[in-house]
């Protein structure tokens, strides 16, 4: 069934591609913040004014619809998924993102500005991750988490790229026309691209369980645990998915912000941070995907040094305002919190609760969509209650907490994993 793997190329760069993008998408609106501010009729000239702290909650306010979209979608859309094949679902999230960045291209109104990322948070989550992360596991099924830990690679590249890119243009037209660009060539790549799931579909091996051979390497995987795992740890392994999506997606979005209204950066040098932040995932990524593929770690492992590097980058970027010391700060940020920590998460799922690809991703999804809601609506309340400082501040501390919790979760899974497999995690493997 994988003996032609180079038939299914054109699928897993169609996914890259996709979440290339997506990597702008979800920074969109923070990136560009004063000009999206002003574009919806705030006068952002005098930072700390009322006028720009308004224009701030406004698009923290935006950030929580794309958040709201991707909570209310991505639980049902690797069921549908499931159902219906993967390339139905990559056609459509791609189609959704062309209608949202044209949008924004056009809308002076944050309300409409709100409603259209609420529709690319249901085009990401909805529909890309639901397809978009079982497909590139079976279209490589040697390296699962290896092609997992990929999809955070290409988001984190043009998380990198993209917000020098808006410093040097300062122009929204622009920084909306990139991605704009970019969703054409994914609705082209999702048209063309073939998917394992939707060929074994077509040839009679598919089924609402996903197909035969996924029915059988379910089986395999129940099979070698010497007990099933209890509703507690199935909860904690979905859990994880909302503690580091809190902490992925308060730094992704507001360390920018931290770095101007509390360290006292310039716009430049805050735009290196994001860069820095970035930087610090893709060099993750590539470590990460060398320590599972190569030699072989246990996820659990993972995102347990993931946990406690992140933990302790975050206290120095809070107690430590030299610039220098805050990049270092940021670029470790970036390893422990963005490396993939979040996808590799998945991968521990799929370990504990053996089941439907799609199924499990959306049920992990859900958990990640109610911090990517919760995050930038606290952000907003915290603005509209006292200033934009304060605001980030306390989100950098809830992030701390977040990432503690997330020690404590990777600990308790460990322990779980002895039990149920009879091996421990954190051990040299074999």
Request: proline share 3%.
């Amino acid at each position: 069934m994988y003996k032609n793997m180079k038939k299914y190329l054109l699928g897993m760069i169609c996914v890259y591609m996709c979440y290339l993008t997506h990597g702008i998408q979800a920074i969109i609106f923070t990136q560009n913040m004063t000009l999206f501010a002003a574009k919806w009729g705030f006068d952002m000239s005098t930072v700390g004014s009322a006028a720009y702290t308004a224009g701030s909650a406004a698009v923290s306010s935006a950030v929580a619809w794309v958040g709201l979209g991707k909570f209310l979608s991505v639980w049902i859309g690797g069921e549908i998924s499931d159902r219906v094949g993967r390339k139905k679902l990559m056609i459509g999230g791609a189609i959704l993102y062309v209608i949202c960045f044209a949008g924004l291209m056009m809308t002076t109104s944050g309300t409409a500005a709100g409603v259209l990322g609420f529709l690319s948070g249901v085009a990401t989550s909805g529909f890309w991750d639901g397809a978009g992360y079982p497909a590139v596991q079976e279209a490589y099924p040697k390296a699962p988490g290896a092609s997992l830990i990929l999809i955070k690679c290409f988001v984190s590249l043009s998380g990198m790229v993209y917000p020098l890119l808006v410093v040097a243009t300062n122009n929204l037209t622009v920084n909306i026309m990139i991605p704009l660009v970019m969703s054409v060539v994914c609705v082209v790549l999702a048209v063309a691209a073939p998917f394992v799931y939707d060929d074994q579909k077509k040839e009679g091996s598919g089924s609402g369980d996903g197909g035969n051979a996924a029915a059988a390497e379910i089986a395999a995987a129940k099979a070698r645990m010497k007990q099933p795992s209890s509703m507690f740890v199935k909860f904690v392994v979905m859990f994880y998915a909302f503690l580091c999506m809190g902490v992925m997606y308060g730094a992704q979005q507001y360390i920018k912000r931290f770095g101007i209204t509390n360290c006292g950066v310039s716009e430049l040098q805050a735009a290196g941070m994001s860069t820095m932040y970035t930087l610090g995932s893709i060099a993750a990524v590539l470590f990460w995907a060398v320590m599972m593929a190569k030699l072989n770690w246990n996820p659990i492992k993972v995102i347990l040094v993931d946990s406690i590097l992140t933990v302790v980058a975050l206290l120095m970027v809070l107690f430590i305002h030299q610039v220098a010391v805050i990049y270092i700060a940021v670029i470790l940020v970036g390893f422990g919190a963005a490396g993939g920590a979040l996808q590799t998460g998945l991968g521990v799922v799929q370990l504990f609760n053996p089941g439907p690809k799609g199924r499990n991703t959306g049920i992990y999804y859900t958990f990640m969509g109610i911090a990517s809601y919760l995050i930038p609506v606290v952000a907003s309340r915290l603005t509209m209650a006292s200033d934009e400082a304060t605001a980030v501040y306390t989100l950098m501390i809830l992030m701390v907490v977040f990432g503690v919790l997330e020690i404590l979760s990777a600990l308790f899974l460990a322990g779980q994993h002895k039990k149920i497999f009879g091996t421990n995690p954190l051990a040299q493997e074999k």
